[in-house]
T-cell receptor, first 111, second 116 residues
Framework: QKEVEQNSGPLSVPEGAIASLNCTYSDRGSQSFFWYRQYSGKSPELIMS????GDKEDGRFTAQLNKASQYVSLLIRDSQPSDSATYLC???????????FGTGTSLTVIP | GAVVSQHPSWVICKSGTSVKIECRSL??????MFWYRQFPKQSLMLMAT?????????EQGVEKDKFLINHASLTLSTLTVTSAHPEDSSFYIC????????????FGPGTRLLVL
């Protein structure tokens, strides 16, 4: 079983809609979770980090964490074509430095 | 803040040569840096964790004698691909963790290596 699992997609949403990206993790002891965006041919860039249960909002992005269900999600409101990218979910185990990355979800926002 | 640079951004070399890639944290100190490799249409694969002043920790299946990592200072880690072969062609990305400000990793722009 992979540490972090994501639906690879592709996920397509119309411009202006809400895009919902989901991620599950297997290490119940993980405390830190991250969402990165990766455009084709580029390196990942951090969107948000989340450490506590509940929602965390930053502009059009909302990260949600449910540790009981071992579930992390990212909502993108008012999706724009420029949001089209691969979104990577990452967790950090409680006893390690490294991140475990999911395989990424490809999002396409259709104008 | 939290800018990570990599050099070079592109490398084309002949099979059998060695290639050095530099990763620098420009505006913060990074005790820990990470090296990843990414093949087309695939996710990031962690190669090794680099700690300043000590030996790197390699992931299973990564040859430490082929991928030499040196983390000589709090702002610089280098990855040397020794005796590169075409199958080493990939996108190499480093990341650095900013000490004292949480666990977030910030990624460099990556280095594309093409071995002919």
């Amino acid at each position: 079983q992979k540490e972090v699992e994501q639906n690879s997609g592709p996920l397509s949403v119309p411009e202006g809609a809400i895009a919902s990206l989901n991620c599950t993790y297997s290490d119940r002891g993980s405390q830190s979770f991250f969402w990165y965006r990766q455009y084709s041919g580029k390196s990942p860039e951090l969107i948000m980090s989340i450490y506590s249960n509940g929602d965390k909002e930053d502009g059009r992005f909302t990260a949600q964490l449910n540790k009981a269900s071992q579930y992390v999600s990212l909502l993108i409101r008012d999706s724009q074509p420029s949001d089209s990218a691969t979104y990577l979910c990452a967790s950090q185990p409680a006893n390690g430095n490294q991140f475990y990355f999911g395989t990424g979800t490809s999002l396409t926002v259709i104008p | 803040g939290a800018v990570v640079s990599q050099h070079p951004s592109w490398v084309i070399c002949k099979s059998g040569t060695s290639v050095k890639i530099e990763c620098r944290s420009l505006d913060f100190q990074a005790t820990t840096m990470f090296w990843y490799r990414q093949f087309p249409k695939q996710s990031l694969m962690l190669m090794a964790t680099s700690n300043e002043g000590s030996k790197a920790t390699y992931e299973q299946g990564v040859e430490k004698d082929k991928f030499l990592i040196n983390h000589a200072s709090l702002t610089l880690s280098t990855l040397t691909v020794t005796s590169a072969h075409p199958e080493d062609s990939s996108f190499y990305i480093c990341s650095a963790r900013e000490e004292g400000l949480g666990e977030t990793q910030y990624f460099g722009p990556g280095t594309r290596l093409l071995v002919l």
